[in-house]
């Protein structure tokens, strides 16, 4: 009978993966206004490249998609004036894709919001629990021998970001976590 526990349990938790991932999603698209999660995480992932590495298929791997995927997202992003792409250099096949100025800016605009939205996710959570968390999530992605290119070093979007703003931000995030599940 354990068993068939266990293989419960494996469907459990991948429908609620799969359908919590869609949630969030939605909610933060809501939520953050001027670009979608998808719009942002593309961003994100374009920052945590190398300029001249930028290609779609990298941005696919980082982000751990599709190249057909992350293509609709650019050409959204380009009609927008997010993003532009421009020939590689390196693989006359390829493009890369560069953040416009006017593209920094949105990402500053939802930048303090996606803090809060993230702040409000994870509010009945303690520290240690999203580090096990993350630890969970990252054990999982290796599923198939891969493992995840994640985000932990420091990006390189060319945003100017105000010191004092992300201090203030960051406290008054501590303070809502503590309200909420007093750390």
Not at 102 to 115: F, I, T
Not at 142 to 153: A, L, N, Y
Not at 166 to 182: A, Y
Request: proline residues 1%.
């Amino acid at each position: 009978m354990d068993d068939y526990r266990e293989i419960f349990l494996m469907q459990q938790t991948y429908a609620t993966l799969f359908s919590l991932a869609n949630k969030i999603q939605v909610k933060a698209d809501k939520y953050l206004g001027a670009m979608t999660s998808r719009q942002i995480m593309t961003m994100v992932a374009i920052g945590h490249l190398q300029e001249d590495q930028t290609t779609l298929n990298n941005i696919a791997r980082k982000l751990g998609t599709t190249k057909q995927s992350v293509k609709q997202v650019i050409t959204i992003m380009e009609r927008k004036g997010y993003v532009v792409t421009v020939p590689s250099q390196q693989d006359k096949r390829a493009v890369n894709v560069k953040i416009t100025e006017y593209g920094k800016q949105a990402c500053v605009e939802v930048s303090e919001r996606s803090v809060y939205f993230f702040a409000n996710v994870f509010k009945d959570l303690k520290t240690e629990e999203i580090e096990t968390l993350w630890g969970l999530l990252k054990k999982l992605y290796r599923f198939d021998g891969e493992e995840q290119d994640g985000f932990e070093e420091e990006g390189n979007v060319g945003i100017e970001v105000d010191q004092e703003e992300l201090t203030r931000v960051i406290k008054e995030v501590g303070r809502l976590r503590q309200e909420t599940n007093g750390k």
